[in-house]
Protein backbone atom coordinates (compact mmCIF):
# COMPACT_ATOMS: atom_id res chain seq x y z
CA UNK A 1 0.00 0.00 0.00
CA UNK A 2 1.05 3.46 -0.94
CA UNK A 3 -0.27 6.84 -0.14
CA UNK A 4 0.70 9.67 -1.88
CA UNK A 5 -0.77 13.19 -0.39
CA UNK A 6 -0.78 16.96 -1.94
CA UNK A 7 -2.59 20.09 -1.95
CA UNK A 8 -0.70 21.70 1.08
CA UNK A 9 0.75 25.74 0.20
CA UNK A 10 0.79 29.26 1.66
CA UNK A 11 -2.75 30.26 2.62
CA UNK A 12 -3.65 33.71 4.47
CA UNK A 13 -5.85 32.72 7.96
CA UNK A 14 -9.32 32.35 7.11
CA UNK A 15 -8.87 30.89 3.81
CA UNK A 16 -9.03 27.50 2.50
CA UNK A 17 -7.39 24.51 1.17
CA UNK A 18 -8.36 21.07 0.15
CA UNK A 19 -5.36 18.27 0.99
CA UNK A 20 -5.90 14.73 -1.40
CA UNK A 21 -4.51 11.52 -0.55
CA UNK A 22 -4.13 8.77 -3.55
CA UNK A 23 -4.36 4.93 -2.11
CA UNK A 24 -2.35 2.67 -4.54
CA UNK A 25 -1.70 -1.26 -4.12
CA UNK A 26 -3.63 -3.29 -1.42
CA UNK A 27 -7.16 -1.67 -0.02
CA UNK A 28 -7.49 -0.20 2.83
CA UNK A 29 -10.07 0.30 5.69
CA UNK A 30 -10.26 3.10 8.06
CA UNK A 31 -8.04 6.21 6.48
CA UNK A 32 -7.19 9.07 8.33
CA UNK A 33 -5.43 12.39 8.38
CA UNK A 34 -2.48 13.38 10.84
CA UNK A 35 -0.77 16.67 11.53
CA UNK A 36 2.52 17.49 13.08
CA UNK A 37 2.90 21.56 14.25
CA UNK A 38 6.73 22.66 14.99
CA UNK A 39 7.67 21.72 18.54
CA UNK A 40 4.64 19.25 18.87
CA UNK A 41 3.80 15.33 18.31
CA UNK A 42 1.59 14.23 15.60
CA UNK A 43 -2.26 14.45 16.47
CA UNK A 44 -4.52 13.21 14.59
CA UNK A 45 -6.99 15.53 13.03
CA UNK A 46 -9.65 13.83 11.65
CA UNK A 47 -10.56 9.76 10.36
CA UNK A 48 -13.21 7.91 8.22
CA UNK A 49 -14.50 4.61 8.08
CA UNK A 50 -14.77 2.96 4.50
CA UNK A 51 -18.49 3.84 5.07
CA UNK A 52 -17.81 7.27 5.51
CA UNK A 53 -18.59 7.52 9.04
CA UNK A 54 -16.17 10.59 10.33
CA UNK A 55 -14.97 11.73 13.78
CA UNK A 56 -12.84 15.18 14.47
CA UNK A 57 -10.65 16.25 16.42
CA UNK A 58 -11.80 19.02 18.60
CA UNK A 59 -10.64 22.20 17.13
CA UNK A 60 -11.25 21.59 13.39
CA UNK A 61 -14.83 20.21 13.91
CA UNK A 62 -16.58 22.70 12.19
CA UNK A 63 -13.85 23.61 9.91
CA UNK A 64 -12.65 20.94 8.45
CA UNK A 65 -13.98 18.26 6.48
CA UNK A 66 -12.78 14.55 5.64
CA UNK A 67 -14.27 12.49 2.64
CA UNK A 68 -13.14 10.10 0.84
CA UNK A 69 -14.27 8.55 -3.02
CA UNK A 70 -13.50 4.29 -3.20
CA UNK A 71 -14.07 4.35 -6.43
CA UNK A 72 -10.70 6.77 -6.74
CA UNK A 73 -9.01 5.36 -4.25
CA UNK A 74 -8.92 8.93 -2.78
CA UNK A 75 -9.04 11.00 0.31
CA UNK A 76 -9.84 14.18 0.82
CA UNK A 77 -9.21 16.95 4.27
CA UNK A 78 -11.41 20.16 2.69
CA UNK A 79 -10.08 22.72 5.33
CA UNK A 80 -11.85 26.24 6.07
CA UNK A 81 -11.65 29.23 8.27
CA UNK A 82 -8.11 28.42 8.43
CA UNK A 83 -6.30 29.79 11.75
CA UNK A 84 -2.41 29.75 11.87
CA UNK A 85 -2.38 26.99 14.66
CA UNK A 86 -3.51 24.76 11.67
CA UNK A 87 0.12 25.19 10.06
CA UNK A 88 1.62 21.74 10.06
CA UNK A 89 2.83 18.79 8.16
CA UNK A 90 -0.27 16.78 7.02
CA UNK A 91 -0.26 13.39 6.77
CA UNK A 92 -2.68 10.63 5.83
CA UNK A 93 -2.56 7.58 7.15
CA UNK A 94 -4.18 4.29 6.23
CA UNK A 95 -5.28 1.31 7.94
CA UNK A 96 -5.80 -2.74 6.34
CA UNK A 97 -5.80 -5.38 8.18
CA UNK A 98 -4.60 -8.96 6.74
CA UNK A 99 -3.62 -12.32 8.00
CA UNK A 100 -5.50 -11.18 11.84
CA UNK A 101 -3.49 -7.94 12.52
CA UNK A 102 -3.83 -4.47 11.61
CA UNK A 103 -1.21 -2.82 9.58
CA UNK A 104 -0.48 1.35 9.40
CA UNK A 105 0.48 3.01 5.93
CA UNK A 106 1.45 6.29 5.73
CA UNK A 107 2.20 9.06 2.98
CA UNK A 108 4.93 11.11 2.53
CA UNK A 109 3.19 14.42 4.33
CA UNK A 110 2.21 17.97 2.85
CA UNK A 111 2.77 20.98 4.00
CA UNK A 112 0.21 24.06 5.30
CA UNK A 113 1.07 26.90 6.68
CA UNK A 114 -1.22 29.10 7.53
CA UNK A 115 0.26 33.60 7.88
CA UNK A 116 -1.24 35.96 9.54
Known amino acids: VQLQASGGGLVQAGESLKLSCVVS??????MAWYRRSPGKRRELVAQ???????NYAADVKGRFTISRDNAKRTMYLEMNGLKIEDTAVYYC?????????????WGQGTLVTVSS
Open 93 to 105: NAKRRANGEWFDY
Open 25 to 30: GFSVGV
Open 48 to 54: ITNGGKT
